[in-house]
């Protein structure tokens, strides 16, 4: 990243720009890159996927950085977006090793075994690696290939010699595969080579548990009270007791094994599963009850099959219903029932987390553990780690200075504020960053970004009457009138003679409640300004504001002669006749507003309204979903496309749009819609929820005295 910065800055003292640029898109890229997998390797995926992002839209032609992201999004559980990050380089670099290994793991984790065999194959063409063959032989076990597995194990023994370590790894292999014979001879040869070698006793239980059996569960017991003479506390060691205690009948040793590996592990639901299961079977209904409530959060978090968390709704439902509390255990029976269709119909499967077809989440994350070559669990930086993250940052935000500058001065003011606030997160201590970022986001008409970085400039230079413009239209902009007239009356006297800003800070007076002073700017902007149609438009929003809709479609007309294409005129004209009930002249407005400028979203926005209200709801279908695409958090877009798609019977569709309008901002009359929506697809315990949170929501009367 340093090479690249120095270029940078070597290319603009020479006065080459673009490459200039280039250069410090590369920088920000790799930069980005390095504390982005900082993060993913402490354990922080949120936020290091976030930084990878970041770094592959920076720098889109750096493979490197998006074979970093994919792993970040498998290490994560996210295999889909996993392969997508790679796919494409393959294209066009079809010996990329490591894009090559990294698909073919996530093949693998998908279940697409032999694909995932035939990635991993190339990858091991291109470089013979250790990590990369134990991967491809997981495969082949997976495709019951024992004897294209065989060779690889052989080799991999060969290279490194008989370690403990190597036959344990084989052995999590055959184990989680399936080949639970040769998992033990591997298990009992590493325990040979060293009797204390970490967690091998537990994971040759295991395997002994897997097998089944009397005699097995008892040579499993054994191996697991091994493991526990050197580690207490180890969480599988007390659950495989419980869970063999349990199938034994022993319910007093079950209970104990499966409380301790509750306290080694809260967060897994597995043993909170079997507790409720044994307390189900002698009839503690509240014992029942009390670890199945907390069970079955835990089942959701962790991604669990919802067949899986229909089974715990099950018992749990047994439990209430059992214990006397019948609502309570309809409840239930209704989740239950509700599990099992989201895993029929697929809608209940997590997209982020997808478990491989036929093992458990558990062993998903085992084998994902077992194909990364980095396994070191999640820690905090440390003070060398954070003192890097520190210089990387000061580089970054002089980067991301230096850029906007740079495309401030080609006139890209919008992107040029956009690094300028990047710049500020990185490095706030930039001198001039508050001018650049003030300047370009008041050109890029971003008022709300400009506000804070001109007000800090205004008070470090009050006489600066630029400074104090900006702020005041600023504020004007963004309806904060006081400020803006606040921001404006020490320069009354001598702001310029342009209509624009004379209107504006009239206005500004005229609705902070000096109307003295704001009629006397208004009466200079006209005279400065008469044959200016943008200062008819504002005059006509002014009057429009005052609900004086003679004088305002009066300034719109004025404003439209002088200017046919005036941009914003049509559609303020229609609002006047929308507010007047002209519900067929308004539409004309809005109309014409989107011949002239075709993405204008509040004109499409209020001309869909007019066509629903018209039962033209084809027409308000399109111009919602435009709206959509260019505001997707827009939640009254959202509430009015799920009208009209209720309307044309629509019913999935206009759920859809609903529960993403209440996501978005919850209102009384969304919820009252969506309850609608979910009656008609048969929801019917949704339907009765969303009524309670219109209830809750609905506007109270009035208490009399």
Same mark, same amino acid.
Do not use: C
């Given at each position: ?29 790799? %930069? ?22 970041? %770094? ?25 977006? %996993? ?173 104990? &094994? ?291 809709? /003679? ?69 308000? /279908?399109?111009?919602? %979903? ?50 609608? &929506? ?28």
């Amino acid at each position: 990243m340093e090479a690249h910065f120095d270029a940078a800055q070597t290319f603009q003292i020479a006065g080459d720009l673009d490459r200039a640029a280039a250069e410090y898109r590369k920088g920000i890229s790799v %930069a980005l890159d390095r504390l982005g997998n900082l993060k993913v390797s402490n354990g922080d995926y949120e936020a290091g996927l976030d930084l990878l992002r970041k %770094a592959v839209s920076a720098d889109p032609g750096n493979t490197d950085v998006q074979i970093d992201l994919g792993i970040g999004y498998f290490r994560h559980g996210d295999y889909a977006n %996993a392969k997508a990050s790679v796919s494409g380089i393959l294209k066009t670099d079809p010996s990329n090793f490591r894009a090559r290994n990294l698909l073919g793991k996530s093949d693998f984790m998908l279940g697409n075994f032999q694909a995932a065999a035939d990635e991993l194959q190339a990858a091991m063409s291109i470089t013979p690696d250790f990590d990369v063959a134990y991967s491809l032989a997981l495969a082949y076990l997976e495709l019951k290939k024992l004897p294209q597995a065989t060779p690889l194990f052989d080799e991999m023994k060969a290279s490194v010699g008989q370690t403990p370590e190597l036959h344990a790894l084989l052995g999590r292999a055959y184990k989680e595969t399936g080949f639970l014979d040769l998992a033990v001879t591997e298990f009992q040869e590493a325990l040979k080579l060293d009797p204390a070698y970490p967690h091998a006793h537990a994971y040759l239980g295991m395997t002994y548990v897997s097998m089944g059996g009397k005699e097995n569960y008892e040579l499993a017991r054994r191996e697991f009270r091994q493991e526990l003479t050197k580690v207490p506390k180890d969480y599988s060691s007390h659950y495989y007791i419980g869970l063999i205690e349990l199938e034994e009948g022993h319910l007093g040793e079950a209970e104990a &094994a499966l409380q301790e590996a509750r306290g080694a592990n809260p967060d897994d639901p597995a043993p909170l599963l079997l507790l409720g299961r044994m307390y189900t079977q002698v009839q503690k209904w509240p014992a029942a009850i009390a670890v199945l409530r907390q069970a079955i959060p835990l089942l959701s978090f962790a991604g669990a099959p919802a067949s899986q968390v229909a089974l715990a709704h099950e018992m749990l439902s047994k439990a209430y219903v059992s214990h006397g509390q019948s609502k309570e255990g309809a409840d239930e029976l209704a989740a239950a029932n509700a599990s099992k269709a989201a895993e029929t119909s697929g809608s209940g499967q997590d997209t982020a987390r997808p478990s491989v077809p036929g093992k458990t989440a558990a062993g998903a994350h085992e084998l994902r553990d077992m194909l990364m070559e980095n396994r070191q669990k999640p820690r905090s930086p440390d003070a060398t780690e954070q003192r890097y993250v520190s210089d990387v940052s000061k580089l970054l935000g002089n980067a991301y200075n230096n850029l906007g500058v740079l495309d401030a001065r080609k006139g890209s003011y919008a992107d040029a504020a956009d690094e300028f606030k990047q710049a500020a997160q990185w490095d706030n201590s930039i001198a001039q960053l508050d001018r650049n970022l003030g300047l370009a986001a008041f050109r890029a008409q971003r008022y709300g970004d400009a506000v804070g970085p001109l007000e800090r400039l205004s008070r470090k230079s009050p006489a600066d009457q630029n400074l104090r413009q900006m702020l005041g239209l600023s504020y004007y902009m963004l309806n904060r009138f006081k400020d803006s007239a606040a921001a404006f009356r020490p320069i009354l006297n001598s702001l310029p003679n342009n209509p624009g800003l004379l209107l504006s800070a009239g206005i500004a007076f005229v609705k902070a409640g000096d109307s003295s002073t704001g009629e006397r700017l208004l009466s200079r902007a006209l005279e400065s300004g008469n044959n200016a149609p943008e200062v008819h438009l504002m005059l006509g929003q002014a009057y429009a504001q005052q609900s004086d809709s /003679t004088q305002a479609l009066a300034e719109f007309k004025r404003a439209l002669d002088l200017n046919p294409k005036l941009p914003e005129a049509h559609y303020y004209s229609g609002m006047v006749f929308f507010k007047r009930g002209e519900m067929d002249e308004a539409a004309k407005q809005f109309q014409t507003e989107l011949e002239l400028n075709a993405l204008y979203v509040p004109a499409m926005y209020q001309l869909a309204y007019i066509r629903l209200q018209q039962h033209q709801a084809p027409e308000a /279908t399109r111009l919602l %979903a435009q709206v959509i695409k260019q505001e997707p958090g827009n939640s009254d877009a959202h509430y009015q496309l799920g009208k009209a798609l209720l309307e044309q019977g629509d019913a999935t569709a206009a759920t859809r749009e609903l529960e993403t309008s209440v996501q978005l901002h919850p209102t009384d009359y969304g919820y009252f819609q969506l309850s609608h &929506a979910y009656v008609r697809t048969g929801r019917d315990n949704d339907a009765k929820q969303a009524l309670e949170n219109f209830e809750k929501l609905k506007p109270k009367p009035a208490t009399a005295p």
